[in-house]
Nanobody, 127 residues
Framework: VQLVESGGGLVQAGGSLRLSCATS????????IGWFRQAPGKEREGISC????????YYADSVQGRFTISSDNAKTTTYLQMDRLQPDDTAVYYC?????????????????????WGKGTLVTVSS
């Protein structure tokens, strides 16, 4: 199982980035994919999730209305479109995958953890 994040970088406040999570080694259509982030000195935060089998989506309040999650099953890749970025969005962003199939809200709110994780991509938003 492999998850590889890409698309991070430096952007000015108000700008946009699209993160990609390229996956391999598992049945992508059967898995739930989540995006998480960890800022320096802070705990990891769940921000968005998509159930590839049922289309379930969930966003943390901190990103609702600014971030959009999607999956391309043919490419076994999940994306996170991030708009109206703010300095508080600066963090290392990780994607993760799980086969159990809990509702997305439960993963993002921290009730359940995901089994497989990427190594992360750094997003820096300057003011």
């Amino acid at each position: 199982v492999q998850l590889v994040e890409s698309g991070g970088g430096l952007v000015q406040a108000g700008g946009s980035l699209r993160l990609s999570c390229a996956t391999s080694g598992f049945r992508f259509n059967d898995y739930t994919i989540g995006w998480f982030r960890q800022a320096p000195g802070k705990e990891r935060e769940g921000i968005s999730c998509i159930g590839n089998s049922d289309g379930d989506r969930y966003y943390a309040d901190s990103v609702q209305g600014r971030f959009t999650i999607s999956s391309d099953n043919a490419k076994t890749t999940t994306y996170l479109q991030m708009d109206r970025l703010q300095p508080d969005d600066t963090a290392v962003y990780y994607c993760a995958a799980d086969a159990v199939g809990y509702v997305c809200a439960d993963y993002i709110e921290g009730y359940y953890d995901m089994d497989y994780w990427g190594k992360g991509t750094l997003v820096t938003v300057s003011s």
